[in-house]
């Protein structure tokens, strides 16, 4: 298994990543570090219970990163590893894939201050039944999560983003 390191202002993230058993998500995510897209990226949504407006049983407390894409129309790029297929699940500390439908990712990850089973196939967080593709977990610096988590703003997008200043592979 691979580490990733997430450097922040508010201190260090480490993110052990499944290739073994989520692999086009971990590879997704992996080439987004090896390149260098998220150094200088930041945390910029903060989803806490008290700025949504779902109803129960969709409303979620995750930080997500990344890059913020702009729009819901986006091919399919990979292919949607469910939390059936991986036995993944979104658990506090998992750090999963941002999508718009199955396979439609767009450089963003986020991870779970609390188990999410709305989450995972099958959960009614997302209206298609998909769920999202878990990939890893944080092993090191949730306190750092719950750091970035305490920036939440009434609104889900920061005005101030959190950056994350490096990615790395450990």
Do not use: W
């Amino acid at each position: 298994m691979t580490g990733v390191r997430l450097q922040t202002a508010l201190g260090d993230i480490t993110v052990e990543v499944f290739e073994d058993r989520a692999p086009a998500s971990a590879d997704y995510f992996l080439a987004d570090v090896r390149s260098g897209l998220f150094d200088g990226a930041s945390f910029f949504r903060i989803v806490t219970l008290a700025n949504q407006e779902a109803e129960e049983g969709r409303r979620i407390e995750v930080i997500q990163g990344g890059l913020k894409h702009p729009s819901t129309d986006l091919p399919a790029v990979i292919p949607h590893e469910t939390t059936a297929m991986t036995g993944l699940k979104h658990l506090k500390g998992t750090v999963s894939l941002a999508r718009f439908a199955p396979g439609a990712v767009y450089h963003s990850f986020f991870i779970c201050l609390r188990d999410e089973p709305g989450l995972d196939f099958g959960g009614a967080r997302h209206p298609d039944g998909q769920g999202f593709a878990a990939f890893g977990r944080v092993v090191e610096g949730f306190e750092v999560v719950e750091r970035i988590f305490a920036q939440a703003e009434p609104e889900e997008y920061l005005k101030r983003a959190i950056a994350i200043e490096r990615a790395r592979i450990l």
